[in-house]
T-cell receptor
Framework: DAMVIQNPRYQVTQFGKPVTLSCSQT?????MYWYQQKSSQAPKLLFHYYDKDFNNEADTPDNFQSRRPNTSFCFLDIRSPGLGDAAMYLCATSRESLGIYEQYFGPGTRLTVT | AQSVTQLGSHVSVSEGALVLLRCNYSSSVPPYLFWYVQYPNQGLQLLLK??????LVKGINGFEAEFKKSETSFHLTKPSAHMSDAAEYFCAVTVGGNQFYFGTGTSLTVIP
């Protein structure tokens, strides 16, 4: 089945220690997104790639970076995680269909910062 | 700009009772509307969507929603709640393009 895969599902890192979360997709969608979701809150868009074009949200901290080496993979790098970065990180993909970009989500990676 | 308001961050219903989760949107142009469900420690799964055409939209797991332009609403309903419906529900709006605006979510509890 075509899907969005996130690894690992659970990640524990230490305060200040760089961490990378990965996302891959078999849907061949040209748009990939990273969201941060804190407990009992809506997902917050961090950035997205439209093909190779990177689009950063204005309020995304510089501590968060992303890479998309090819259509199928996208990475979220947190350079120096703080306690406030503990959250669920959701990857999503989409492609345009009749002007609409319906988003397909992965299962998420829950990040704990100790 | 677009926005979504979900009234009621927590809703409790008895098993077998009607489920009603409210969503109101703000948009200056015709919107596309979505409902997603999120189970604990899972990603978001699409329940249903409204793009154009019929305003009553049926989705998975027996859910449906009605787009009411005059009320700027897109409430989610299910005639009879099941224990497995307990989850977080998010309403989202887009006007085309790849920017989604999510509501703050409604946590549904189903009481046996």
């Amino acid at each position: 089945d075509a899907m969005v895969i996130q690894n690992p599902r659970y990640q524990v890192t230490q305060f200040g220690k760089p961490v990378t979360l990965s996302c891959s997709q078999t849907l061949n969608h040209n748009v990939m997104y990273w969201y941060q979701q804190k407990s009992s809150q809506a997902p917050k868009l961090l950035f997205h790639y439209y093909d190779k074009d990177f689009n950063n949200e204005a309020d995304t901290p510089d501590n968060f970076q992303s890479r998309r080496p090819n259509t199928s993979f996208c990475f979220l790098d947190i350079r120096s995680p703080g306690l406030g970065d503990a959250a669920m990180y959701l990857c999503a993909t989409s492609r345009e269909s009749l002007g609409i970009y319906e988003q397909y989500f992965g299962p998420g990676t829950r990040l704990t910062v100790t | 700009a677009q926005s979504v308001t979900q009234l009621g961050s927590h809703v409790s219903v008895s098993e077998g009772a009607l489920v009603l989760l409210r969503c109101n949107y703000s948009s200056s142009v015709p919107p596309y509307l979505f409902w997603y469900v999120q189970y604990p420690n899972q990603g978001l799964q699409l329940l249903l969507k409204y793009t154009t055409g019929a305003t009553l939209v049926k989705g998975i797991n027996g859910f449906e929603a009605e787009f009411k332009k005059s009320e700027t609403s897109f409430h989610l309903t299910k005639p009879s709640a099941h224990m497995s419906d307990a989850a977080e529900y998010f309403c989202a709006v887009t006007v085309g393009g790849n920017q989604f605006y999510f509501g703050t979510g409604t946590s549904l509890t189903v009481i046996p």
